[in-house]
């Protein structure tokens, strides 16, 4: 008898933290999840942002939307190559490149030239796994949210 009650006391509190955690980790997180919004960029609609028409090198940098967070995408990427053999990004985010002058183009970080694996180091080439960029640094969207938080 004893061991039954046991058994339905874990399955019950697992239960329950199976339904609060999440409930906890959204009200925790909804301040960090926000729709990205800065000057210039956004509409004032929650999940419509559009880029200021700027070109590349003529838009605000954006602030973080969290400390250690990579730079955001703060110009339109369309029609830009990015691709296994070509990668645009490089052209203006590359250290040393001579740009227009005015041009605030992020450079790259010395951690993109270093195989974090083999501590090989190129100077001259990005490298790996940092050669997609869109993995970590977000182009902004026009796209509605999949998810509202409002209604839930």
């Not at 602030?63 to 369309?78: K, W």
């Not at 450079?107 to 195989?115: C, G, L, T, W």
């Not at 001259?124 to 998810?147: A, M, R, T």
Request: hydrophobic share 30%.
């Amino acid at each position: 008898m004893q061991e039954r009650k046991m058994r339905f006391l874990k399955k019950l509190v697992t239960a329950l933290l199976l339904l609060f955690i999440p409930i906890i980790l959204d009200a925790y997180l909804h301040e960090y999840s926000k729709v990205y919004q800065e000057r210039g960029l956004a509409t004032g609609q929650p999940g419509i942002n559009r880029f200021s028409g700027n070109p590349p090198g003529e838009t605000t940098v954006l602030g973080r939307p969290y400390d250690g967070a990579p730079p955001l995408v703060s110009h339109d990427i369309n029609g830009l190559a990015i691709n296994g053999s070509e990668n645009e990004c490089l052209d203006c985010h590359m250290e040393g490149l001579e740009l227009d002058e005015g041009n605030t183009a992020t450079k790259i970080p010395a951690s993109h030239y270093i195989n974090e694996y083999t501590k090989e180091q190129k100077k001259d080439q990005v490298l790996g796994i940092w050669y997609n960029c869109f993995q970590c640094h977000v182009p902004q969207s026009e796209e509605e949210p999949p998810y509202s938080r409002e209604n839930h």
